[in-house]
C-alpha cells in the first residue's frame, strides 16, 4: 500500500508540477492546491499505514495508528488552507491590477538596463 | 436474530450497492443535464440512505443504536431534492440546452408568455 | 595605550574636530589648525631619532583583539621611524602649502583636511604597526582616505574616475595581501613581523610560503604603482595638488616600498622574492621613464616619473636581498643596494615634492598644467624657476644634488649583478644595468623637458587662461624648504647615514646585524673614474640628443593603440565586467516565472537523483507494507484521475470540480487510514476552499487565453515527470529504511493518564504539541488579515475602499 | 458471509465512482460536473459507512453526517455561481 | 444578474443551519474524547453561516449576528495565548495544562481541562478567518 | 524563570494580538509596537547573558519530556540571532514612523511586523523540526502581507511569485520533514541528531540531507535556487525590505547551519562538499548581479546573496573556526544589510528613485547620510576594524587551513567587487553633479536617518568590540562542532 501510495503521490506531484509551470495565474493555484494534497498523503504514508484502530482511546484495543503525523498533517491543512485563500486573493488582485493572468506577461524586468 | 439482522444489513447494502451502479450507469447513459439529475437525486439519495440503513442496522446489533444515522439519513433526504432543484434551475438559468429529444419546455412557454404580457402592458 | 599610540591616532581624533573648526572659525583657513598635527608629530618622532641611531626599538602594545592574535603592537624600529619623520614632515610642508593653495572661501576645507589626516594617521600606522592585521587596516585606509582626496573635486567625473580607479586596483593589491598575511599567519602562528622574521628559516621550507610571498608582492606592487599597476597612478592627479605632492612622494606610493622592506627579512633568503623585486622594479623603472617623456600635462609628467623612481626604489631593494647571500661584509657590494635604495627614498621624497609643489604654482597662477601652452615663465617667475630646476637637475641626477648620489649608487649596485652567480642572474641579470641605463636617459629627457618647455622657449601668455605671476610667498615656503634639502643633502649626505640609513638598513637586513656584521655607510661625491661615471656622461650626452630631437622621434608614441594600453585593457575590462554581468544576468534573470522554476526543478531533479543513485540510497523493501485492498486500488485511480482532469480542463470550473473531486478522494483516503480527523478537517476545508474559489472567479477572467505551444508542453511535462519521480523514488527508499520506533508509542500510552483525552490526534494538537496549534491559528489570522488588507487598501489607487 | 458481502459491495460502490467520474471529466457542460461531483461525494458515504462496518469503529460516523452537510453545501455554492456568477451577495435587494 | 427567488434554499436553510451549528457545538466538546476540537467546530460553523450568506447576503449575517469577525479573530489570538501563559505565573512551562475530574450535578462526571480553553481560543479564531476572508471577498468589487 | 527563551517569541505575539484590535488607532500602533520590540530586545539580551551563564536554555513546552512534547531550546546562536532580530525589528519600527504611508499603518502594518518577528524568533529558537515549519510558515506569511500591502502593480505581481516559491518550498519542507520522520521516527532535533548517529547516516539520509539543503536553500537564496529573490525583494517598500534583507535569508542559513552541523555531518565529504561549490557559485552569481545592475535596491539585493555565499562557504568548511567566522559574519549581515536597506532608503525618499542615473551630489545637502552610508559600505566590504572583518578573517583562515584555496580566494576577489558595486552607489549617488530633488524635505531626511546611524554605530561597535563579542560566539560554535552538548542539554541523559 505504502508503495502504492508512493506512486500515487509521484503522480500528484507530476501534475501539480505541470501546472505550477504554465501560465495561467488560476492553473498555478491549483497547482499549489494538488501539491499540498499530495504532501499530506506522504506525511500519513511515511508513518506507515493502517498500522491499528484510528487513533480515539478506545476499550480493548491496543494496536494504533500513529497519531503523530495525523497531528501535524492537520496542522499542515489548516496552514495549506490560510496560504491557499492568501494566494486566491493574491492572485485575483494581481490579475485585476496588472490585467492579466498571463505570467509571461508578468516579468517585471523593464527597469534593468 | 443476528442471522436476521444480518439478511436485513446485507439486502440493504447490497440495494444501495445496487443502487449506485444505477446512478453511474444513469450519468453515463442518459443524455442531457436534466435527465442526468434524476439519475442523481433520486437513485443516489436512495441508494445512500439504503446503505446508511443497513449499517445503522449493523451497529445496532453491535452494541448500541448511533443517532449520528438517523441525522445523516434525515440530513440527506431534506438536502438532496433542494440541491437537485438548485442545480437544475442554476443550469436552465445559466442556458444549458435541453436534449432535443425533449417534448416540453414549460418554463420557457412560461416566460414566453410573460413576456408577451409584459410587451402589451408597454405599449399600452 | 601609550603615548606612541596615541600619537598614531592624533590625526584621526584630530580629524573630528576639523569640520566643527571649520564651521566656528570661518575667518581663519582651517589649515592652520590642522598645520600643527603633523608639526606636533614630527617634533614629538624627532626624539625618537637618538633611540634608534644606537640600534634600539621600540615596541608598545595595546591590545584589540588578543583573542585572535590581533594587537595594535606599536613598533618603532629605523625602517619606521624614517618614514614617519617622511610622513609627518612633508606633511607639515604640504599642510602648509595647501594654506595658500585652497582658498578657504570656495574649497570645501572641512572635507579635505578630514581626508588628509585620516590619510596621514593611516600611513603613520602602516609604518608604525607590527601587526600585520593592524597594518593591514590602515593599509586599507590609506587607499580609501586616497580614494577620498583624489575624488575630492566630486563632481568631475575625471576626479571620480580617478578615485575609483586608484581604490580598486589598491584595494584589490590590499586583499591579496591580507590572504598572504592569513597564510603566514598559518605557518607561523602569529601576525607579528617580529616574530615572524625570527623563523623565516622554517617558512622558507613552508609549501604556504611561495603563495603568500606572491600575495604580499601583489599588495605592495599595486600600492607602489609598479609596473603593470601603474595606471592608477597618473589617473589619481587629478586630487589637487598639494595631495599629489604628498601621496605620490612621500607616502601612499611608498607604503608599497616600505612593506618589500618591512617583509625582506622574512621573504628575502628566497630567489624567487629578488627575481620579482628586482625585474619588476627595473620594468617599471624603464616603462614609467620612456612613457613620462611622451606627456603633455606637468602632473602627467611627474606621475609617470614617479613611477619609474618608485620602480628605482624597488629594484634596489631586490637586489639589496643579494646581501643576505654573502657574509662577508666588507665586499659585500649589494649592502650598497639597500642602502641606495633607503637613500633614494628619502632625496625622492625631497625632489619630488617640490617639483610637485612647483607644479601646482604654475597650475595655480596660469591657470593651466598644459606644456603646449606654456613657456618662458622664468622672467615672470623667477623663484619657482629656480626650484624647478634644482628639482629636476636632482631627478635627472644631475651634481651637485643629492639625486646625482643616489643614482651614482643605483648604478653601482646595478653593475654589480654581473658579480652575483645567484639564482641565475648572471644569464639574464646583464639586462638590468642596461636597462637601467636606458631608463636613465629618457629620465634625463623628461627632466629636462619638463623644466625648460615650461620656464624657457617663447612665451605665450595670451594661451593661458591666467594673466601669470609670482606665486605669493606662502606658497613658496614649503618647496623652498624642500629644494634647500636637495642641497644639503646633496652636498652633507652624511648627516642622514648614521641617523636614519644605518638604522633603517639594518632594519631591513636584520640578519646581518644579528650575525655581528656592522652597516657603514658613507657616501661620497667623488669615487674615481669608475664606470658608474662614464655612465653619468653617457646619460647626459645621449639625453641632451634625445631631447634635441624630441619632435623627431615622438612619433613612436602614438604606434601603440588605445585599446592595447594597459589603461585601455583597465577601462575596457571594467565595462566589460559591467556589460557582461549585465548581459549575463539578464540572460538568466529572465523575469519569467516559469524559467525560475525550471531551473529550480531541474535542479532538485538532477542533485537528488545523483545523489540517490552515488550514495546508493535507493531502498527496496516490501515485508512491511499494508496490504492493499482492490477498492483502494480504484480510488487511487479515481484520485489521480481528477487530478489529470486538472491539467487538461478547458475551463475553470471543470478543474475546480475535479480538484474538488481530488480533495474528497483525499478525505476517503484519510478515513481508510484510520484518521477520521483529518478527514473532517479535509472535508471541511476542501468545500470552503471550493466556496473560496467560486467566490474568487467572479474576479477572474472567464477564459484563459494562454494557448501554449507544443515545445513549452512538452518540456513542462518532462520536468513534471521528473519531479513525480523523484518524490516517488525517494519516498520508497525513505519508507524502507525505517530505523526506529516512532515515538509516538508515548502519546498513546499516556494519552488519558497525563493529558486526560481519548481522541489522540486532538490531545497531540493542544496538549502534546499545542505550541503548533498556537501558531498554526496565528498563520490563520495573519493570512485573514493579509486577504483583508490587501483587498481594502489599495495605494495605487491612493485611496480606501 | 457478511464481512464477504460489504466488501464486495464497497467495491461495486467504488467502481460505480469510476462511472460517475467519468462525468465528471467528461462534462460537457458544467451542471453536469456538478452533479456527478455530488453523486462522488454521496457514494463517498456510502463507503465511509460499509468501512466502518467493516472495522467496526464508530470513529467515522461523524465524518459521514458532516458529509452530508458539505455535500449540501458545494452543491448551493456552485449552483448559485452557475445562476448568477458571484454567490455571495452584499445585499440581495441591490 | 437575475433576480430570482430562492424561498425553497432559504427556508432549508433555516432549518439546517441550527442543526449544523448545534453539530458543530457537538463536535467542538467532544474534539478531546472522539473526533472533533476546535478546528472542526469552528469550521463547521463558519460552514454554518457560509450557508447563510449563499441563502441571503451579507447584510442579513450582520442583522442576526453582529460581529465584527476580525474582532473575533484576535479575541481568539488573544484567549489562546493568554491560556498558555497563565503556566508562565506559576513558573511552569508555557502551555502546561492543569485538569481535573469534577461531578456535576446532572452531566455526571466531567473533565475540566485547560485545555478546553485553548480550544476556545481555537474556534474562535477558525471562524473569525474563514469568516473575515469570506466577507471581505464577498464584499470586495 | 524557566521560559526565558520564549519570552522574545512571546512578547511580540501577545503584541500582536492586542495589536489587532484597533488597526486605525495610529499613535496607539506605533506606541506599543517600539515599547514591546524594545522588550523583546531586553529579553534577548537577558537571555544572551543567563545562556553565558548556565549554558544552553530549554523550555519543555507543557511540561512534556524533551522528545516528546515541542522544546524550545537556546543555545549562544539561537540567542544571538534572536537579539539581532529583534535590535533590527526595533530600529526599523522606528523608522517606519517616518517612512511608511499611514495606510499602511492603519492596515495590520505593524502587526505583521511583529509578527513576522515572533515567526523569525521562533525558528531561531525551536528545537522540534515539525515547529520550526511551522515558525517558517507564521514568518512566510507576515512577509507575504508585508510584500503585498499597498497593492501597487508591481507588488502584486512580484509578490505572486515570491508566494508560489514559498508555497513550493514549504511543501518541500513538509516533505523533507516526513522523510526524516519516517527513518528516525522523530521531530526532536536533538533526538533526531542522536538517532542518525547511532545508524550513522546511511545513503538515504544524505538523500535527505541534500532535500533539506534544498528546502533551506530556496529560502536563503542559495545558487540555483535563488532567482526568485532580486525582482521579489524589489517590490515593497524599504522598510520592509531592510526586514527582509536582514533576517528572511539568514532564516534559511541558520536551519542549514542547524541542520548541517547537527544532523548531517557523518559524511561531510559529500554534503559539505555541495554546499561548499553551491556557496562559492552564489557568491559569482551574486557579485555578478551586484555588478550588473545600476539601481540601489538591486545593488544591495544582490549583496545578501553575496553574504548568503560567504556565510554557508564557512559552514561547508566545517573546521570550528570557520563556523566561528561563519556566525561573525552572520551577525555582520543581519545588522549592516539592515543599515544599508534604510540608508538606501533614505535617499530613494529624498531623489524619489532608486536608479542612480537619477541621483547625484547628494553628498552636497545631506552629508550625514552619505557619511553613514559610506562607513556601512566600507563594513560591508570587510575593511578593519569594521564589523564585516573579523568574520571573513576567520572564514579565510579557515578555508586556507582546511586547505582549500579557491573558496577563500573567492570570498576575498569578491570583497573587491562587493565594494566597487557599494561604491558605485557612492560616487554616483552621493558624488557627482548635485541635482535638483522633488522629494523629501531635508528635515525628514534627517529624522529617518536617526535610527539608520544607531544600526550603524552597532554595527561599528561590533566590529571595533569584536573581542568582547568574541566570548559569545565562540560559544555559540561549540554546540555546533560538537553536536553532544545540544543533545545533553535537550534530553538531559
Redesign the interface.
Known amino acids: 500500500m505504502e508503495i502504492l501510495m508512493s506512486i500515487v503521490i509521484g503522480i500528484l506531484f507530476m501534475c501539480a508540477t505541470y501546472l505550477i509551470l504554465s501560465k495561467s495565474l488560476l492553473r498555478i493555484i491549483f497547482g499549489t492546491l494538488i501539491i499540498s494534497h499530495a504532501v499530506h498523503l506522504l506525511v500519513l504514508t511515511m508513518s506507515g499505514l493502517k498500522r491499528g484502530a484510528a487513533p480515539i482511546l478506545t476499550d480493548g484495543v491496543t494496536a494504533y495508528t500513529d497519531p503523530l503525523p495525523q497531528a501535524l498533517v492537520l496542522t499542515a491543512i489548516v496552514i495549506a488552507f490560510g496560504v491557499t485563500a492568501f494566494f486566491l486573493v493574491l492572485g485575483f488582485r494581481a490579475y485585476q491590477e496588472i490585467g492579466t493572468d498571463n505570467m509571461d506577461e508578468m516579468r517585471g524586468t523593464e527597469g534593468n538596463d | 436474530m443476528i442471522e436476521m439482522s ?1 439478511f436485513f ?2 439486502f440493504f ?2 440495494v ?3 443502487l ?2 444505477v ?3 444513469g ?2 447513459r442518459l443524455p442531457d ?1 436534466y435527465t ?2 434524476h ?3 433520486k437513485s ?2 436512495l ?2 440512505m439504503s ?2 440503513i ?2 445503522m442496522i ?2 445496532w446489533t ?1 452494541g448500541g443504536f ?1 443517532s ?2 438517523v ?2 439519513i434525515f ?2 433526504l ?3 431534492p ?2 437537485g ?7 436552465y ?2 442556458g ?1 440546452k435541453l436534449w432535443e429529444g425533449s417534448v416540453q419546455d414549460d418554463l420557457a412557454m412560461d416566460k414566453q408568455t410573460q413576456e408577451q404580457i409584459a410587451t402589451k402592458n408597454e405599449e399600452t | 595605550m601609550s603615548l606612541l599610540h596615541l600619537a598614531i591616532l592624533l590625526p584621526f581624533l584630530s580629524a573630528v574636530l576639523i569640520p566643527f573648526l571649520f564651521k566656528g572659525f570661518r575667518n581663519i583657513h582651517t589649515g592652520w589648525f590642522v598645520l600643527l598635527v603633523p608639526l606636533v608629530l614630527f617634533i614629538y618622532f624627532i626624539q625618537y631619532l637618538p633611540l634608534t641611531s644606537d640600534g634600539n626599538t621600540v615596541t608598545k602594545t595595546f591590545e584589540w583583539i588578543p583573542s585572535l592574535g590581533i594587537d595594535f603592537t606599536a613598533h618603532v624600529d629605523g625602517l619606521g621611524l624614517l618614514f614617519a619623520l617622511l610622513i609627518t614632515g612633508i606633511g607639515s610642508l604640504v599642510v602648509l602649502y595647501s594654506i595658500y593653495y585652497l582658498a578657504k572661501e570656495k574649497e570645501a576645507l572641512h572635507n579635505f583636511y578630514v581626508y588628509l589626516l585620516m590619510f596621514m594617521g593611516a600611513m603613520l600606522g602602516v609604518v608604525l604597526s607590527d601587526n600585520l592585521i593592524v597594518l593591514y587596516m590602515f593599509w586599507e585606509f590609506t587607499s580609501i582616505s586616497s580614494f577620498l582626496l583624489i575624488g575630492y573635486w566630486y563632481d568631475r567625473e575625471r576626479s571620480r574616475y580617478g578615485a575609483q580607479k586608484s581604490m580598486l586596483i589598491t584595494v584589490f593589491g590590499g586583499l591579496s595581501m591580507l590572504g598572504g598575511i592569513v597564510l603566514l599567519y598559518i605557518m607561523g602562528g602569529t601576525f607579528s613581523i617580529q616574530e615572524l622574521i625570527n623563523m623565516s628559516e622554517s617558512l622558507i621550507t613552508d609549501p604556504l610560503f611561495v603563495p603568500a610571498l606572491l600575495l604580499i608582492l601583489l599588495g605592495a606592487f599595486t600600492k607602489s604603482a609598479q609596473f603593470p599597476f601603474h595606471i592608477w597612478l597618473p589617473d589619481a592627479m587629478e586630487a589637487p595638488t598639494p595631495v599629489s605632492a604628498y601621496l605620490h612622494s612621500a607616502t601612499m606610493v611608498k607604503a608599497g616600498i616600505y612593506l618589500v622592506a618591512r617583509m625582506s627579512p622574512v621573504f628575502a633568503e628566497s630567489g624567487l622574492w629578488l627575481w620579482l623585486v628586482a625585474g619588476f622594479g627595473i620594468i617599471t623603472l624603464f616603462w614609467g621613464s620612456f612613457n613620462a617623456v611622451k606627456q603633455t600635462d606637468l602632473k602627467a609628467i611627474l606621475a609617470y616619473s614617479t613611477i619609474s623612481q618608485l620602480g628605482l626604489i624597488m629594484s634596489l631593494l631586490g637586489l639589496g636581498a643579494a646581501a643576505l647571500h654573502y657574509d662577508q661584509l666588507d665586499d659585500n657590494i649589494y649592502m650598497i643596494a639597500t642602502i641606495a635604495a633607503v637613500f633614494h627614498l628619502i632625496n625622492h621624497a625631497t625632489f619630488k615634492g617640490s617639483l610637485f609643489m612647483m607644479v601646482g604654482i604654475v597650475d595655480h597662477e596660469t591657470g593651466t598644467r598644459d606644456i603646449r601652452k606654456l613657456g618662458g615663465l622664468v622672467n615672470l617667475m623667477p623663484i619657482t624657476f629656480t626650484i624647478a630646476i634644482i628639482g629636476s637637475f636632482s631627478m635627472a641626477g644631475l651634481p651637485p644634488f643629492n639625486g646625482f648620489l643616489s643614482k651614482e649608487m643605483f648604478l653601482t649596485g646595478m653593475l654589480s649583478v654581473f658579480e652575483l652567480d645567484l639564482f641565475n642572474l648572471s644569464t639574464w641579470g646583464v639586462l638590468f644595468p642596461v636597462l637601467a641605463w636606458i631608463a636613465s636617459v629618457f629620465t634625463f629627457v623628461y627632466s629636462i623637458k619638463l623644466v625648460f618647455k615650461t620656464f624657457l622657449g617663447k612665451p605665450q601668455f595670451d594661451k593661458l587662461p591666467k594673466k601669470p605671476h609670482e606665486a605669493p610667498i606662502g606658497m613658496l615656503i614649503s618647496p623652498i624648504i624642500l629644494v634647500s634639502l636637495v642641497i644639503i643633502f646633496g652636498f652633507f649626505p652624511n648627516l642622514l647615514s648614521n641617523s636614519m640609513i644605518k638604522p633603517a638598513v639594518e632594519a631591513i637586513l636584520p640578519s646581518l646585524v644579528d650575525s655581528g656584521q656592522t652597516v657603514d655607510v658613507n657616501i661620497y661625491f667623488w669615487h674615481g673614474f669608475t664606470p658608474e661615471l662614464f655612465m653619468t656622461i653617457g646619460i647626459i650626452a645621449v639625453g641632451a640628443l634625445l631631447y634635441a630631437t624630441l619632435a623627431k622621434w615622438q612619433g613612436i608614441y602614438n604606434r601603440i593603440p588605445e585599446r592595447f594600453t594597459l589603461n585601455g585593457m583597465y577601462d575596457a575590462g571594467l565595462s566589460l565586467s559591467e556589460k557582461g554581468s549585465l548581459r549575463l544576468s539578464n540572460a538568466y534573470m529572465t523575469g519569467f516565472m516559469r524559467t525560475y522554476l525550471v531551473y529550480i526543478f531541474s535542479f532538485f531533479v538532477a542533485i537528488l537523483l545523483s545523489t540517490l543513485l552515488i550514495k546508493d540510497g535507493f531502498a527496496i523493501d516490501t515485508t512491511d507494507l499494508a496490504p492493499i485492498e482492490f477498492y483502494e486500488v480504484i480510488l487511487a485511480i479515481i484520485l489521480v484521475a481528477s487530478a489529470v482532469t486538472v491539467i487538461f480542463a478547458k475551463s475553470r470550473i471543470t478543474s475546480l470540480i475535479a480538484v474538488g473531486a481530488a480533495g474528497y478522494t483525499v478525505a476517503l483516503f484519510f478515513v481508510l487510514f484510520r484518521a477520521p480527523d483529518l478527514a473532517l478537517t479535509q472535508l471541511v476545508i476542501e468545500t470552503v476552499s471550493v466556496s473560496l474559489f467560486l467566490l474568487c472567479f467572479y474576479h477572474f477572467p472567464r477564459i484563459s487565453r494562454n494557448i501554449e505551444r507544443i515545445g513549452f508542453k512538452l518540456g513542462n511535462a518532462v520536468i513534471s515527470v521528473l519531479v513525480g519521480l523523484t518524490i516517488t523514488l525517494i519516498s520508497i527508499s525513505s519508507f524502507s529504511s525505517r530505523s526506529f520506533e516512532s515515538i509516538s508509542q508515548y502519546h498513546i500510552d499516556n494519552v488519558y493518564d497525563l493529558a486526560a483525552g481519548g481522541n489522540m490526534v486532538n490531545v497531540i494538537l493542544v496538549d502534546f504539541r499545542g505550541f503548533d496549534t498556537l501558531f498554526e491559528i496565528a498563520v490563520l489570522a495573519i493570512a485573514a488579515m493579509g486577504i483583508y488588507a490587501m483587498i481594502r487598501y489599495r495605494a495605487a489607487g491612493g485611496k480606501e475602499e | 458471509m457478511l464481512t464477504t458481502i460489504l466488501y464486495i459491495s464497497l467495491a461495486v460502490i467504488t467502481l460505480s465512482m469510476l462511472g460517475v467520474l467519468y462525468r465528471v471529466i467528461k462534462g460537457p457542460t458544467a451542471p453536469d460536473r456538478i452533479i456527478a461531483l455530488d453523486a462522488l461525494g454521496i457514494s463517498l458515504i456510502s463507503i465511509i459507512a460499509i468501512f466502518s462496518a467493516l472495522l467496526r469503529t464508530s470513529a467515522f460516523l461523524e465524518v459521514i453526517l458532516l458529509f452530508g452537510i458539505l455535500a449540501f453545501l458545494g452543491t448551493v455554492a456552485f449552483s448559485k455561481y452557475l445562476e448568477k456568477g458571484v454567490i455571495i451577495q452584499r445585499d440581495r435587494n441591490e | 444578474m437575475k433576480k430570482t427567488n430562492d424561498v425553497i434554499l432559504q427556508t432549508v436553510t433555516k432549518i439546517i443551519t441550527f442543526m449544523i451549528i448545534l453539530f458543530s457545538i457537538d463536535l467542538f466538546f467532544s474534539g478531546h474524547y472522539t473526533p472533533g476540537g476546535g478546528f472542526i467546530g469552528g469550521l463547521m460553523t463558519a460552514a454554518a453561516l457560509l450557508l447563510i450568506l449563499l441563502a441571503y447576503d451579507i447584510k442579513t449575517l450582520q442583522v442576526i449576528l453582529h460581529v465584527d469577525f476580525k474582532l473575533m479573530t484576535a479575541t481568539g489570538l488573544l484567549i489562546a495565548i493568554l491560556t498558555g501563559t497563565g503556566a508562565l505565573l506559576f513558573n511552569e512551562p508555557f502551555l502546561k495544562h492543569a485538569f481535573d475530574y469534577i461531578n456535576l450535578p446532572i452531566l455526571g462526571e466531567t473533565s475540566l481541562h485547560t485545555a478546553v480553553l485553548f480550544d476556545i481560543g481555537v474556534y474562535l479564531v477558525v471562524i473569525g478567518v474563514t469568516m473575515t476572508i469570506i466577507q471581505t471577498i464577498g464584499e470586495s468589487e | 524563570m524557566i521560559n526565558l527563551p520564549l519570552l522574545p517569541i512571546l512578547i511580540p505575539f501577545i503584541t500582536a494580538a492586542v495589536l489587532m484590535f484597533f488597526p486605525k488607532r495610529i499613535k496607539a500602533q506605533r506606541t506599543i509596537s517600539i515599547i514591546s520590540s524594545l522588550g523583546a530586545v531586553i529579553a534577548s539580551f537577558v537571555l544572551i547573558f543567563t545562556i553565558r551563564q548556565n549554558g544552553i536554555q530549554t523550555v519543555n513546552l507543557g511540561g512534556w519530556d524533551a522528545p516528546f512534547g515541542i522544546t524550545l531550546v537556546s543555545d549562544m546562536l539561537s540567542a544571538l540571532l534572536v537579539a539581532a532580530t529583534s535590535i533590527i525589528t526595533l530600529f526599523v519600527i522606528w523608522f517606519s514612523f517616518y517612512y511608511m504611508d499611514e495606510g499602511h499603518e492603519r492596515h495590520y502594518y505593524y502587526v505583521a511586523v511583529q509578527f513576522l518577528l515572533v515567526g523569525v524568533n521562533g525558528a531561531f529558537t525551536t528545537g522540534d523540526i515539525f515547529n520550526m515549519f511551522v515558525f517558517f510558515e507564521v514568518m512566510l506569511i507576515s512577509s507575504y502581507v508585508l510584500i503585498v500591502l499597498g497593492g501597487k502593480k508591481e507588488q502584486l505581481r512580484e509578490s505572486f511569485k515570491y508566494v508560489l516559491i514559498n508555497v513550493i518550498s514549504s511543501a518541500l519542507f513538509v516533505i523533507a520533514v516526513a522523510y526524516l520522520y519516517s527513518i528516525v521516527g522523530t521531530l526532536n532535533m536533538a533526538h533526531v541528531s542522536e538517532r542518525i548517529a547511532e545508524i550513522n547516516q546511511p545513503g538515504i539520509l544524505t538523500v535527505i540531507a541534500i532535500f533539506f539543503l534544498l528546502v533551506f536553500g530556496l529560502k536563503g537564496g542559495i545558487f540555483p535556487l535563488y532567482f526568485w529573490l532580486p525582482g521579489s525583494y524589489k517590490a515593497p517598500p524599504i522598510p520592509i525590505l531592510a526586514l527582509f534583507g536582514a533576517l528572511l535569508t539568514k532564516v534559511g542559513i541558520y536551519a542549514i547551519i542547524r541542520t548541517y552541523t547537527l544532523f548531517f555531518y557523518h559524511d561531510t565529504g559529500y554534503t559539505h562538499m555541495i554546499l561548499g561549490v553551491l556557496s562559492m557559485l552564489t557568491i559569482v552569481v551574486g557579485v555578478i548581479g551586484a555588478l550588473a545592475y545600476r539601481d540601489v535596491k538591486e545593488i544591495i539585493i544582490y549583496n545578501i546573496i553575496i553574504a548568503v555565499g560567504v556565510i554557508l562557504y564557512g559552514v561547508s568548511v566545517m573546521t570550528p573556526e570557520a563556523i566561528e567566522g561563519s556566525i561573525f559574519y552572520l551577525l555582520h549581515d543581519m545588522i549592516i544589510k539592515a543599515a544599508l536597506f534604510m540608508l538606501a532608503g533614505i535617499m530613494i525618499a529624498i531623489v524619489g528613485s532608486s536608479h542612480l542615473k537619477d541621483m547625484g551630489g547628494l553628498i552636497k545637502e545631506y552629508p550625514w547620510v552619505g557619511w553613514t552610508f559610506f562607513i556601512a559600505a566600507l563594513s560591508l566590504a570587510g575593511i578593519p576594524p569594521f564589523s564585516g572583518f573579523v568574520g571573513k578573517l576567520l572564514i579565510v583562515q579557515g578555508g586556507f587551513r582546511a586547505e582549500e584555496y579557491i573558496g577563500p580566494g573567492l570570498i576575498l576577489l569578491s570583497s573587491l567587487l562587493v565594494l566597487y558595486s557599494v561604491m558605485k552607489i557612492f560616487t554616483n549617488g552621493f558624488w557627482g553633479t548635485p541635482k535638483e530633488y522633488h522629494g523629501l524635505k531635508a528635515s525628514m531626511a534627517f529624522k529617518l536617518w536617526i535610527p539608520t546611524a544607531a544600526v550603524v554605530v552597532i554595527a561599528i561597535a561590533y566590529g571595533v568590540g569584536a573581542e568582547a563579542v568574541r566570548p559569545f560566539i565562540t560559544q555559540a560554535v561549540e554546540p555546533l562542532v560538537n553536536p553532544a552538548i545540544y543533545i545533553e542539554a535537550v534530553l538531559k541523559e
Open positions: 444480518s444489513i446485507a447494502v447490497i444501495g450497492a445496487f449506485s451502479v446512478t453511474a450507469l450519468l453515463i443535464v442526468r439529475t439519475a442523481a437525486s443516489a439519495t441508494g445512500v446503505v446508511l443497513g449499517i449493523f451497529f453491535q448511533n449520528y444515522f441525522l445523516g440530513f440527506i431534506i438536502t438532496a433542494v440541491g432543484h438548485l442545480l437544475t434551475r442554476a443550469s438559468n445559466s444549458v
